[in-house]
């Protein structure tokens, strides 16, 4: 099976590591993966995006003009990609960022407040894998261990104190994924 997703936001909230995770997840679990990073040149509040795509077979491009799901995490990118998602495609958002809600009625969409998580949590840092435990709640494309083990192998050796909780963040957002009806 194909996955092809867009995750969008402002630099600084970790889209583009979470597009990393995924793919390096993906890779970890033996599957042909795309990540293809798309950005302004400012390093946080610019724009940033990127294109992952996880399939069982071979990928013919990166290069997607249409999306089965799109993670959008301002109202820009929501304006831009939400016309982008096939049709029975899912958007998943979080509430924070958006004013106004996607209004399609020929896809799914899903909110997670990953903002309010991880205030709850007491660290902010997190909110890009409580969004990432939101789309693996709905589309199961890696495993939770495979992401765990993308973690240790991407991230420097000091930081590997920090995968506990960045997999308690990940099943966080496993929970509080909801759909908007």
Do not use: C
């Not at 993966?33 to 400012?42: D, I």
């Not at 610019?46 to 999306?67: K, M, Q």
Request: proline letters at 6%.
């Amino acid at each position: 099976m194909t996955h092809e997703i867009i995750i969008a936001g402002f630099g600084g909230q970790g889209v583009l590591s979470m597009g990393k995770i995924l793919a390096y997840a993906g890779l970890m679990e033996n599957k042909e993966v795309t990540w293809m990073p798309a950005y302004g040149p400012e390093q946080r509040g610019g724009t940033a995006n990127v294109t992952v795509i996880v399939s069982d077979e071979r990928i013919s491009s990166p290069i997607l003009s249409s999306y089965d799901v799109a993670i959008v995490l301002n109202q820009p990118s929501l304006e831009k990609f939400e016309p982008k998602v096939k049709e029975g495609g899912i958007i998943i958002y979080d509430s924070n960022g958006i004013i106004k809600p996607p209004t399609r009625k020929d896809i799914k969409v899903y909110r997670i407040d990953a903002v309010e998580a991880a205030n709850e949590m007491n660290n902010t840092k997190v909110f890009n894998m409580i969004v990432l435990g939101g789309l693996l709640k709905l589309e199961p494309i890696v495993t939770l261990e495979g992401v765990v083990k993308a973690l240790k192998k991407s991230l420097p050796e000091r930081h590997h104190k920090l995968i506990p909780m960045n997999e308690e963040a990940i099943k966080k957002g496993m929970q509080i994924i909801e759909e908007v009806k």
